[in-house]
């Protein structure tokens, strides 16, 4: 740790709000680089806090989508450079980031394969050349929908199943049985039962048995680099209930940023960078019981250096105890 002299006022401030607290949350990390996220967890190491990020998977009352099925995923210039039959599966990749199809979608393949594009929901893709395919789904039968595929895939008929969603079943498996790499873009939404996720996630790696096919989660990037320091730290991508090299306790659906918010078992947030809109709302709704830290989003080594100084603050132990930041 970089070694601390002079505290600042906002140093002395936010160390005597972490010291006057029974219970910490550290939270916060959309889009945050590896460096800031390393310094974020030896500040709550140093003063025992929970650290989650508000990552909706980790949220799931069954656990991560992950752990339950197993994920195939590829980068977006694999999509970009491989896939001949994308699926936009109920979202519109350019509403959740712009510019993505024109990016990664709307280019052309190597040599003269064309790419087929099918826009699976309530309404057509924006951002898109005319000629997309959509497909008209409900988000309600999304999951029937994807069950269904799964089935035709394996070669079974499935039972009772009513148009729209056979209607949009069968066009999708006819273009499937044809492509050569199949890419499914999603956007998933932080429900609890995570069903819909589960169900893409099985309909891909069945698929990926017999052909190349992957999916693309837009939205998974916010999270990158807290995922990948917290798992190679703690064994696991977040809903740490306490940071600790060894012995960190993973409580996904318990431990995660809003539930323990929600339930009123922190006193004081620190806020690394940027926080997902669901923490800043669960934060706005605990005002009046909560002391809140922020270290502002900015260049790394700026926030490095502030999270680093504050840690040092807090174990000088020269800072009064029961304020408020």
């Known amino acids: 740790m970089t070694p601390f002299t002079r505290p600042s006022a906002v140093d002395q401030r936010g160390a005597a709000a972490l010291a ?80 993505f199809p024109k990016r990664f979608i709307m280019p052309p393949l190597p040599g003269d394969t064309a790419r087929r594009v099918f826009a699976v929901g309530r309404e057509p893709a924006g951002g898109m050349a005319a000629d997309v395919v959509h497909l008209p ?56 039962e995570g069903l819909e996720p589960w169900s893409i996630v099985r309909l891909v ?54 539930r323990l918010l929600a339930r009123g078992e922190v006193d004081a947030v620190v806020v690394v960078g940027t926080a997902t809109a669901e923490v800043e709302t669960a934060i706005a709704q605990a005002a009046d019981r909560l002391a809140v830290v922020r270290i502002a989003a900015g260049l790394t080594a700026t926030m490095r250096a502030e999270i680093e100084a504050l840690g040092a603050t807090f174990q000088a132990g020269d800072v009064p105890h029961g304020g408020r930041a």
């Open 20 to 99: 006057g607290s029974r219970r910490v949350l550290v939270t916060g990390f959309v889009g945050a680089p590896p460096e800031v996220v390393v310094a974020a967890c030896d500040l709550a190491e140093t003063i025992g806090a929970a650290i989650d990020a508000g990552d909706p998977d980790l949220a799931r009352a069954a656990g991560p989508t992950i752990a339950r099925v197993g994920e195939v995923t590829a980068d977006r210039e694999e999509l970009r450079d491989r896939a001949d039959l994308v699926v936009l599966w109920c979202c519109d990749p350019d509403a959740v980031e712009p510019g």
């Open 205 to 258: 790696r069945a698929l990926s048995h017999h052909r190349p096919a992957f999916e693309v989660p837009l939205g998974a990037e916010r999270f990158a680099s807290f995922r990948a320091c917290c798992t190679w730290r703690y064994g696991a991508a977040g809903g740490i209930a306490r940071a600790e090299r060894a012995g960190a306790v993973f409580l996904p659906a318990e431990a995660t940023a809003g």
């Open 137 to 192: 789904l409900d988000p309600v039968h999304a999951v029937d929908a994807a069950r269904a595929l799964e089935c035709l895939h394996g070669g079974l008929e499935p039972q009772h199943l009513a148009d729209p969603v056979a209607a949009v079943c069968r066009g999708l498996h006819s273009a499937i049985t044809e492509a050569r790499c199949v890419a499914f873009v999603t956007a998933h939404d932080g429900a609890a």
